[in-house]
């Protein structure tokens, strides 16, 4: 059964900067996409970023040129780079995984693996 386990979060000041980690394991056959989600209290979950094993990366229109998505293959590790943080961004972030057709990851897509979230808290 595939784990993921994410790390990294913490509160921060507006125009802050955090990286998450999410490892993973447990797998056979390792999953070929993943991705970040968030949630904030009262609200829905969202999409952030996502990636391919091709390198392919989207995401949501709130986090772009300020969050990157990437992964180290070698340490089954994918990150989460987020810059300029903003009061808004507070939520628990989740790492998330499946296996996608190759080009096809989207921040709208369906993952079956999930991590138990670790939680942003960024202060005005």
């Known amino acids: 059964q595939v784990q993921l386990v994410e790390s990294g979060g913490g509160s921060v000041q507006a125009g802050g900067s955090l990286r998450l980690s999410c490892v993973v394991s447990?797998?056979?056959?390792?999953?070929?996409?993943m991705a970040w989600f968030r949630q904030a209290p009262g609200k829905e979950r969202e999409g952030v970023a996502a990636i391919d094993n091709s390198g392919t990366t989207t995401y949501a229109d709130s986090v772009k040129g300020r969050f990157t998505i990437s992964k180290d293959n070698a340490k089954n590790t994918l990150y989460l780079q987020m810059n300029s943080l903003k009061p808004e961004d507070t939520a628990m972030y989740y790492c998330a995984a499946d296996f996608c057709l190759r080009g096809t990851v989207s921040v709208n897509s369906q993952f079956r693996y999930w991590g138990q979230g670790t939680q942003v808290t960024v202060s005005s």
């Open positions: 447990g797998y056979t056959y390792r999953p070929n996409c």
